[in-house]
C-alpha cells in the first residue's frame, strides 16, 4: 500500500475520537501524522495523545492568533515537555500580519525559535503578509536556526522558496486548501519546489485529506505516483527525524 505522513494536522476533539481517526486514516496508508499544537491548552491534549498512541509525531507552541492570553512562564513549560521526549518537535508557531499584537506575536514567535534551536527540534511555521519578517529572522540568526523548518500550507511563490531554501534547511507542506482550485500560480509554486523538499497536510482533523493533497500534487507534477509517494514519504521521514537522515 501506498504511504503517507500528514505532516501538519490538529486533533481538535476528545482523545477518543483522535484514536478512531488515526486508526482509519491508518487503514488508508497514512503512516503517521504531525499533530500540531496552537496554545497551552492543547499541549495537555498532545501530551496524553502521544502518550495513547506513541506512533504519532507531535509538535507543541503558541500560534501566532492566539498569543494574548498566554500565562507566565509559558516559555519554561515548553522546554520542560520538550526536553522530555526527543521526538517532540515545536509547533506551530508564526507571524500573521492580518492578526492584532503584532509585535507581541514576533516576540513570542522568537523566543520559540531560540528554544527550537537550542533543543535542535524540528519546527513548524504558520505565516501570513509576514514572510519579510520570517527572512529577516532566518538572516540575523543564520547560525542558530531549527535543524529543519516546513512552512506549513505553503502559498508562496519562486522566489520565496529559493529564499528560504538559501537560507534554513526548508520545507515546503502543501494543504488541500491552497490546491483546491488549482491557478497557474499554484501550478508554478509547485513545480518549482524541489522534489525532496515537499510535504503534505491536511491541515485539519481530517487526516485523509493529506490523501486528496497528494492527489493535486501528483497531477500538477504528472510525474509517476509511486515514485512521488515514495519521495514525500521519505521526505516527511527527515523532518521527522528533525532533518537528519536515520
Ligand atoms: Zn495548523
Request: glycine share 2%.
Amino acid at each position: 500500500m501506498t504511504k503517507y505522513v500528514d505532516c501538519h494536522c490538529h486533533l481538535i476533539k476528545s482523545i477518543n475520537h483522535c484514536a478512531d481517526n488515526i486508526s482509519k486514516a491508518r487503514s488508508m496508508g497514512i503512516d503517521t501524522c504531525l499533530c500540531n499544537a496552537t496554545n497551552e491548552n492543547d499541549w495537555d491534549a498532545l501530551l496524553a495523545l502521544s502518550k495513547k498512541i506513541p506512533e504519532i509525531r507531535v509538535a507543541f507552541g503558541i500560534h501566532p492568533w492566539f498569543i494574548s492570553n498566554i500565562k507566565s512562564n509559558w516559555n519554561k513549560r515548553l522546554t520542560k515537555i520538550l526536553l522530555s521526549n526527543s521526538n517532540f518537535m515545536v509547533g506551530e508557531i508564526g507571524l500573521d500580519k492580518n492578526k492584532a499584537l503584532f509585535d507581541l506575536q514576533e516576540n513570542i514567535f522568537n523566543i520559540q525559535m531560540e528554544i527550537a534551536a537550542r533543543l535542535n527540534r524540528c519546527v513548524t511555521i504558520h505565516c501570513l503578509g509576514a514572510w519579510d519578517k520570517i527572512l529577516q529572522y532566518l538572516k540575523r540568526n543564520e547560525k542558530e536556526l531549527p535543524p529543519c523548518i516546513i512552512f506549513h500550507s505553503y502559498n508562496g511563490n519562486e522566489k520565496l522558496t529559493t529564499d528560504l531554501l538559501n537560507k534554513c534547511n526548508a520545507y515546503f507542506s502543501y494543504s488541500l486548501l491552497n490546491l483546491n482550485n488549482i491557478t497557474n500560480k499554484t501550478k508554478i509554486l509547485v513545480k518549482s519546489t524541489p522534489i525532496d523538499k515537499i510535504l503534505i497536510e491536511s491541515d485539519s482533523d481530517n487526516i485523509k485529506n493529506t490523501i486528496l493533497a497528494f492527489d493535486k500534487i501528483a497531477s500538477i507534477l504528472d510525474i509517476d505516483k509511486e515514485n512521488l509517494s515514495k519521495q514525500i514519504y521519505a521526505n516527511s521521514q527527515k523532518v521527522l527525524n528533525h532533518g537528519q537522515t536515520k
